[in-house]
């Protein structure tokens, strides 16, 4: 349904996308914060528009609005954009060669000479020389850059962007009155002006009505955007005069004040007014014949963000909480006054924002939230003053306003609408949008469209206000604060004045002190760490990204994997892939490494030092994490939640038994936080974070650091302390000090000893902090209270473990750092180093940072000489883990998974010629040159052992147990391990599902994935030699070889007719279509329903015997099924498939025939995860099949486009269950759009969930 319109609005601070639903009047909004480039070198006034990453944020802040909408992208009929003022795009051959922001001054000499012809200027432009105009930065062009202005075109922000949507450049009346190059009265370009600065007429674009359609949207700007080709683009306008739209401030005399970033005055009047005091500014409104006077306030929200974020670093909405805290104050704010954060604005006498608090220790009430509230509320009503004192200086130009509307985002706060109205005294109009900007692009896309008649009427029925009223006796307290706010303000303009002074200096300091920025260079990445997609959308601006999260593609790129993986990468971001000095030799693109750990132990530093690579890290990346884990143990403990729950699920318990709850109650008895002494060992990143979270607990924190200043713990509530003093005097301990040689043991029986009898300790940390005897004994003994761990000296640990036979102990398994936000961070932290490493500035986690040094993204490595590399001191190499690089573990044998069915004798026949085939093999020989490591694999179901592995350039592999101690140990079920080595199931998922147990050297196993090819390879043709394995068959079956058809005892094809009725009666295949196969277990045959036959009334002995080529087998038999290649090919390309039905289920067809998606709408759907499309082709041919194969790949199910759908899974009843799913899926999908309705779908998490569960 065409409905909608898109209005955008690039402010200085944020990129809006709004979509308006004509009908209903509603918005929707999505915004992208953006920052301004400073440019180093120009005295800390010059700022940079990134023209291609800010539109690249307002890409993805339409997407996100569409995505938000209903059915938006398809019915979205007219595109605006309003932007900031007082910008520049210089266009250039459609291409953007110089591009600033409002806040850039660079011009700002040029600006001063033109001010000897102030006065001209402004009498015919409304505006008082500034560098912030149009004409002063064509001039500072023209004289440090006079080539960018040949053939160019000088466009707002706004402008630029409608030129990026349509490919037309033009301006319209309120950006081109905010130039000082445009003739207010004559409404058209002071050419004369232009002429006499030498500029050429071309610079200067044609200005069009706001709301004529400029042009249509280009294709490419769709496909970027999301939206359909050639919908009307319009022309916008200025932001604060868009703003005036949605207000409805349209005839003479109505005000506004756009509270937002900056907070602009305006009011409309019918003709053009000068003021003689040169106070004022004169524009002119998107609205024709019509002006505006104004009255800028300033940056004020800039200011008021600054000032909350450090009244609440801790809050993530600090000007919102401001502003609650400052409800919470009285009118008058206790006496405090402030100056701070708006001005009186003087158009022709600007000076830099500097402002007071006229701060009293013995004003306010006891008590510090009381007096920061107070605080709050005097700089809120100080910058209602300054609005109050912009808006007279309006009235006494043009008269009193008759209404007064407000809009911006401050207009989100009722009590800041109300302090306005109450300081104002007078009643207001608040905008219920507060994107007052964007909506009123909105109004002007819906002119350029046809919707509205004009930009009269397209207001009238968007603009949408509430009024409020001032309140008496507030209003009578304002008046006198106003009183005293004007009196203060002017016995402080000499002092403020003073202040400007001192400042400017330091701030053209800073500017100066910044390095020179280089080149941008774009660099290809590969992502195998998990980050967010937010991270992934910021990264993918800096450069091109290749992103394979190692947690999706279940790989760990070690060795050669890493190496071809790493080909042509400027730059690696890893969490457990292994860096080497031998792969890092090979990779002579790699400039940089990120790890996303605390220690980067999966990189050899070294080796990167000396070849000149940077090594960044993300510490602190799970601190928050680990913290909520940490306070949870503690929380645990002390109201014994543990115990608590169990005692609910213990057998036999009745419902509403009292003595059952007073057992609870006396059991039960906790403690609270509040009050304890909590000892912190170790004040780092967790350390830290802990101590934000256990302070409001109201507790008394205690630390101990050898690198912790007391002021360091102050500042976290902190009291610096011995270790002794913290044993003795903590409640409960909790441990965050890395493990290193000084930390070894830290806990042990002395400290132990040391502790409060009936302390409690917690370690989230490391284990080889504590001595786990001496605290398993300290534990017994009651000594202390109980303990919480997430880390032990072996993990997992074994079950019979003595810490976990205690009943006061709580164990988790190394939980702490996994969350799904812990992506969200590492990520953060992860391109903000790259952005600074981009940018020539000093990443703040670098592990090596005397690589900076001659550090460059481009040409040819630093060399380094052979015998450097080799005099590399003898180290550990990288590992996965810490604790794999300390040192080689002990030797743990494995979980043993639990027994499946099968025949030994066959296993084992199927195993000996594995063996004698992989000592045989090229491929295995030649990677035995390079590698030494053996895994020892053990059967638990059968009792059977082998080993396969590399030693002196050879493979050895034998049926037994190796004659050394092996590197790898993997234990599972005959099924298991058979269904790995043919590639039915994934090891690393089988791992991570307790099918398959492992130990050894994760680093050593991981670099075993390169031949998994092989080993499958050469393990399926011991298999089929051997005549495959039956796991049906009891344990013990001999081993079968090659035979006739099957015995009927295990003969398939009764339950294969018993399934085809089903489907038949259900309609899901018809009288002669549809086909149904199995494959027959150990060979490379299958049976499938015949060909032509009536498929309600098959026999058994119907079924035809073919091999994968799709020959029949059996003389005299039908003709097999004539879709037989769909089901030889997919039985070839996929082994783990057992059965393969082609159904021509209806409701599915629909599906593929009306293009709709296949969606997560119930559980059971999830199952099936994603199911494909197959386009048309023609039936029963191989062109079928090959589609078919490609087009499914691992899914279990795909719809042929005109032609049913086709199901492949293990066994032939999961088949059937799939193809009733898929069926009655698809039924409550058509069901949905046949009431006009999007179907409901699961939550992303979930649906991923059920469909890992499916692949399982």
């Not at 062109?1183 to 049913?1204: D, F, Y």
Request: charged letters at 20%; glycine letters at 10%.
């Amino acid at each position: 349904m065409e409905r909608y319109l898109l209005g955008l609005d690039a402010g200085t601070g944020s990129v809006r996308a709004l979509l308006l639903d004509v009908e209903s009047g509603r918005s929707t909004v999505a915004v992208r914060p953006w920052s301004h480039v400073p440019v180093p070198g120009e005295g800390g006034w010059a700022y940079d528009f990134d023209v291609e990453q800010n539109w690249t944020l307002l890409a993805e802040a339409v997407g996100e609005a569409l995505r938000r909408a209903e059915d938006a992208p398809a019915g979205v009929v007219g595109i605006a954009v309003s932007s900031m003022r007082h910008n520049l795009v210089l266009l250039r051959e459609g291409r953007a060669v110089f591009a600033v922001p409002n806040r850039d001054a660079r011009a700002s000499a040029e600006a001063m000479e033109m001010a000897g012809e102030g006065e001209a200027l402004y009498r015919s432009t409304g505006r008082w020389p500034s560098p912030v105009f149009l004409l002063p930065r064509l001039k500072w062009l023209a004289a440090h850059h006079p080539g960018w202005l040949e053939g160019a075109t000088a466009l707002s922000i706004g402008d630029w962007v409608a030129f990026r949507l349509c490919g037309e450049a033009a301006t319209d009346f309120s950006q081109a009155g905010e130039s000082m190059g445009f003739d207010l009265h004559r409404r058209e370009w002071l050419w004369e002006r232009i002429e006499g600065l030498g500029l050429p007429p071309s610079l200067f674009p044609p200005v069009l009505p706001s709301g004529k359609c400029l042009g249509k949207l280009t294709s490419s700007a769709a496909q970027e955007l999301g939206l359909t080709p050639g919908i009307p683009v319009a022309v916008g306008g200025a932001d604060t005069q868009c703003a005036l739209l949605a207000l409805g401030a349209l005839r003479p005399g109505q005000a506004a004040i756009i509270a937002g970033t900056t907070a602009p005055v305006q009011m409309v009047v019918d003709r053009p007014m000068v003021d003689p005091d040169r106070r004022l500014w004169t524009g002119l409104h998107v609205l024709p014949e019509r002006w505006v006077v104004e009255s800028n306030a300033g940056a004020m929200g800039e200011p008021l963000e600054w000032l909350a974020g450090l009244l609440y670093p801790d809050s993530p909405r600090p000007a919102a909480r401001l502003m609650a805290e400052a409800a919470r104050s009285r009118p008058g704010a206790g006496g405090l006054l402030s100056t701070f954060g708006a001005q009186v604005f003087h158009a022709s006498a600007m000076a830099l924002p500097i402002g007071s608090l006229t701060l009293c220790h013995y004003l306010g009430e006891a008590g510090g939230l009381s007096r920061r509230r107070d605080l709050a509320r005097s700089v809120l009503e100080g910058m209602a003053c300054a609005l109050r004192a912009n808006l007279e200086q309006l009235a006494a130009l043009a008269g009193e306003p008759s209404a007064v509307s407000l809009g911006g985002g401050m207009s989100r706060s009722a009590f800041w609408s109300q302090l306005l109205a109450d300081v104002l005294g007078r009643p207001i109009q608040v905008s219920e949008v507060p994107e007052a900007s964007a909506l009123g692009a909105a109004i002007c896309a819906g002119v350029g469209a046809g919707v509205f008649r004009d930009l009269a009427e397209g207001s009238e029925r968007v603009a949408r206000t509430r009024p409020v009223a001032p309140e008496e006796e507030a209003g009578r307290i304002y008046a006198g604060v106003y009183a005293g706010w004007r009196e203060l303000r002017a016995a402080q303009a000499a002092s403020h004045d003073l202040a400007a002074g001192l400042v400017l200096p330091i701030l053209a300091e800073q500017g100066a002190a910044r390095a020179p920025r280089p080149a941008r260079f774009h660099p290809r990445m590969l992502v195998t760490a998990q980050l967010d997609e937010g991270s992934l959308s910021r990264l993918r601006r800096l450069g091109e990204v290749e992103y394979a999260p190692y947690r999706e593609t279940l790989r760990v790129l070690t060795g050669d994997d890493l190496v071809e993986a790493l080909q042509g990468k400027h730059l690696l971001v890893t969490e457990v892939d292994v860096v080497d000095l031998e792969a890092l030799e090979r990779l002579p693109e790699l400039r940089v490494v990120v790890s996303c750990r605390g220690q980067a132990v999966n990189v050899d530093l070294a080796a990167c030092t000396a070849l000149g690579i940077p090594v960044l890290h993300t510490p602190g990346r799970n601190a928050d994490a680990v913290a909520d884990l940490t306070v949870a143990l503690m929380l645990a403990l002390l109201r014994k939640l543990i115990p608590a729950d169990r005692f609910l699920r213990q057998p036999g318990g009745e419902a509403g038994d009292l003595s059952r709850m007073g057992q609870a109650h006396e059991q039960f008895l906790g403690r609270e936080l509040w009050g304890k002494t909590v000892g912190l060992v170790g004040l780092g990143a967790v350390g830290r974070a802990v101590a934000r979270r256990l302070s409001p607990f109201g507790v008394r924190l205690l630390a101990c650091d050898p690198y912790l200043r007391p002021e360091e713990a102050e500042e976290m509530d902190a009291e610096a302390v011995s270790l002794e003093t913290l044993l003795a005097e903590s409640d409960i301990v909790s441990l965050h000090a890395p493990a290193t040689g000084e930390t070894q043991g830290l806990i042990g029986r002395e400290a132990l000893a040391r502790m409060k009898r009936g302390a409690l300790l917690v370690n989230t940390a490391r284990a080889a902090l504590v001595d786990e005897e001496a605290l398993a004994e300290a534990l017994r003994n009651g000594h202390l209270a109980g303990a919480a761990l997430d880390v032990f000296s072996v993990e997992p640990p074994a079950a019979d473990h003595p810490l976990l036979a205690l009943p006061n102990v709580i164990a988790t398994p190394h939980i702490g750092g996994n969350t799904e936000e812990v992506a969200v961070h590492q990520g953060r932290m992860v391109v903000e180093e790259v952005e600074r490493m981009l940018a020539g500035e000093r990443p703040h986690h670098i592990l090596n940072p005397g690589v900076l040094e001659g550090f460059s993204w481009e040409g040819p490595r630093r060399p380094v000489e052979r015998a450097v590399l080799e005099a590399l001191p003898r180290r550990p190499g990288p590992a996965v883990s810490d604790l794999q690089q300390a040192g080689p573990l002990p030797p743990v044998e494995p979980s043993v998974p639990p027994p499946s069915p099968g025949g030994s004798g066959q296993v084992e026949l199927v195993l000996r010629l594995f063996c004698e085939k992989a000592r045989q093999d090229a491929a295995l020989n030649a990677f035995a040159a390079r590698h030494r490591v053996i895994t020892h694999y053990t059967l638990t179901d059968l009792g059977l052992e082998f080993y396969l592995g590399f030693r002196e350039g050879r493979v050895v592999a034998e049926v037994g147990a190796p004659p050394e101690p092996a590197e790898v140990r993997m234990k599972a079920t005959a099924e298991t391990l058979d269904g790995i080595l043919t590639g039915r199931l994934s090891g690393t998922r089988a791992a991570m599902s307790g099918k398959l147990a492992f130990s050894g050297d994760v680093r050593v196993a991981m670099g075993l994935q390169r031949i998994q090819g092989d080993l499958v390879r050469l393990y399926t043709a011991a298999r089929e030699e051997a005549g495959g394995i039956d796991f049906s068959a009891p344990a013990g079956r001999p081993p079968g070889g090659p035979s006739a058809p099957p015995e009927v005892a295990g003969d398939p094809r009764p339950e294969m007719v018993r399934v085809i009725d089903e489907l038949y009666r259900l309609g899901l295949i018809t009288a002669t279509g549809g086909n149904v196969s199995v494959r027959i277990p150990g060979r490379e045959e299958c049976w499938i329903t015949p060909s032509q036959l009536y498929k309600g009334d098959l026999r058994p002995e119907m079924m035809v015997r073919i091999d994968l080529a799709g020959n029949a087998l059996d003389a005299g038999a039908p003709a097999p099924s004539s879709e037989r290649a769909l089901h030889t090919e997919l039985y070839r390309a996929r082994p783990e498939v057992g059965a393969i039905i082609h159904a021509h289920a209806p409701y599915a067809t629909i599906l593929g025939l009306s293009g709709l998606p296949f969606l997560p709408v119930t559980t059971e759907a999830a199952f099936l995860g994603k199911v494909p499309v197959v386009p048309f082709v023609m039936p029963g041919t191989k062109e079928l099949a090959l589609a078919v194969v490609r087009t499914m790949g691992k899914s279990p199910a795909c719809i042929l486009q005109n032609h049913g759908v086709v199901v492949a899974a293990g066994e032939l009843r999961r088949a059937a269950n799939l193809v009733e799913m898929l069926e009655r899926t698809a039924q409550l999908i058509l069901g949905c759009y046949a009431v006009g309705r999007r179907p409901a779908v699961l939550p992303k998490k979930v649906a991923r969930m059920l469909g890992e569960m499916e692949v399982l």
